[in-house]
């Protein structure tokens, strides 16, 4: 027997949809030569200046015996992360490098080549995020589609949905045509949050910009505690993205991906619902 009958219905406008997969693009290149620059110095301070000698995270390689490990510390614990972090590549060929040559661009180390990655990706990233806020403001899709409304925000609503994300359940029918207020949450916050910050704390480590903006550096607590926040914020930015995949996959992947590729969103509607 035949199931319920799909309908196709319009969820995604055309800049948000050129604009999230320009922003795949340059997020990935972003995030694996940022990796690369890090491997350069992998450590983390606090402050103005680094001490060498007490980072608060670091990745590095140490003897053990007869043989070479990777050490991961934080603060004052240590992991062994052989082969991940610290000391990696194929068994008999392992290095002292901070991350995996493919978790890197380029794959080998190299400060200038991932530098020149990194900076135009992030001019590719920060001028589609300024059309996708010159269009969605304009368009009204931030205020629209984004921005919680009263209803949205009622605890009794909140909670629901915690409740049925937290058991996979997805919302059908004319809900389904929608953002709930957990993802509009989610999204306004690494719109209007982190997004910016990792913007602002990548130019607070750009020797020209603070010749232009010395307020910068000391607004983040110094040029060590800028590059800090803009490597967690970085890694946060990577907490959501898998957390957004699995929801794309436990909902229903080849309906999303089909959704951000085309703009129609396959919903099966309940009695009474309009197509």
Not at 106 to 111: A, G, Q
Not at 113 to 127: G, I, K, M, N, P
Not at 233 to 259: C, D, E, P
Request: charged residues 15%.
């Amino acid at each position: 027997m035949a199931g319920p009958k799909k309908v196709l219905v319009h969820r995604h406008a055309l800049v948000t949809r050129v604009t999230h997969w320009i922003n795949v693009v340059a997020l990935t290149l972003l995030l694996m030569s940022g990796l690369n620059i890090f491997g350069a110095h992998p450590a983390l301070y606090w402050g103005q200046k680094a001490t060498f000698a007490r980072p608060w995270v670091s990745i590095g390689a140490e003897d053990k015996g007869d043989r070479m490990i990777g050490v991961t510390q934080i603060g004052s614990a240590k992991f062994e992360t052989t082969g991940v972090l610290g000391y990696s590549g194929k068994v008999g060929s392992r290095e002292p490098v901070a991350f995996p040559s493919w978790a890197t661009v380029p794959s080998y180390r190299d400060l200038a080549d991932s530098r020149r990655w990194h900076f135009f990706f992030a001019w590719v990233f920060v001028l589609n995020g300024l059309v996708y806020w010159l269009v969605g403001v304009g368009g009204g899709h931030i205020r629209k589609d984004l921005v919680p409304t009263s209803a949205d925000v009622k605890p009794r609503n909140v909670w629901r949905e915690i409740v049925t994300h937290a058991q996979l359940r997805f919302p059908k029918g004319e809900e389904a045509r929608h953002y709930n207020v957990l993802q509009k949450g989610t999204y306004l916050g690494v719109v209007l949050v982190l997004l910016p910050l990792m913007v602002a704390t990548g130019l607070s480590m750009s020797p020209g910009f603070n010749a232009a903006t010395p307020w910068l550096v000391d607004f983040f607590g110094g040029r060590q505690s800028a590059r800090t926040i803009h490597f967690l914020t970085a890694f946060t930015i990577v907490g959501f993205i898998l957390l957004h995949l699995v929801m794309v996959v436990a909902s229903g992947a080849w309906n999303n991906i089909r959704s951000m590729i085309t703009g129609r969103y396959a919903i099966v509607p309940e009695t009474g619902d309009a197509a």
